[in-house]
């Protein structure tokens, strides 16, 4: 689901975004972003917010988008 060479081709290096600050562990759990880009899952619920800007582009590419609009 995570994979870096999508966000590489994405952001065009291996930076995940421009000016975001660098998070690459976990402090709850100790999940490294190359354990969620190896095995895709999330450590912990505190995961969601250090890792957000993967989880924000893996519901874009997979949904199209990443709000609910409910029925057009």
Do not use: W
Not at 11 to 19: L, R, W
């Amino acid at each position: 689901m995570f994979e870096r060479a999508s966000m590489e081709a994405k952001t065009g290096s291996g930076d995940i975004g421009a000016g975001q600050a660098s998070t690459d562990i976990c402090p709850k759990c100790g999940l490294t972003r190359a354990d969620l880009y190896q095995n895709g899952h999330m450590g912990c619920a505190f995961c969601y917010e250090i890792f957000e800007s993967e989880v924000l582009h893996a519901l874009s590419r997979i949904h199209g988008a990443v709000e609910h609009i409910g029925k057009a």
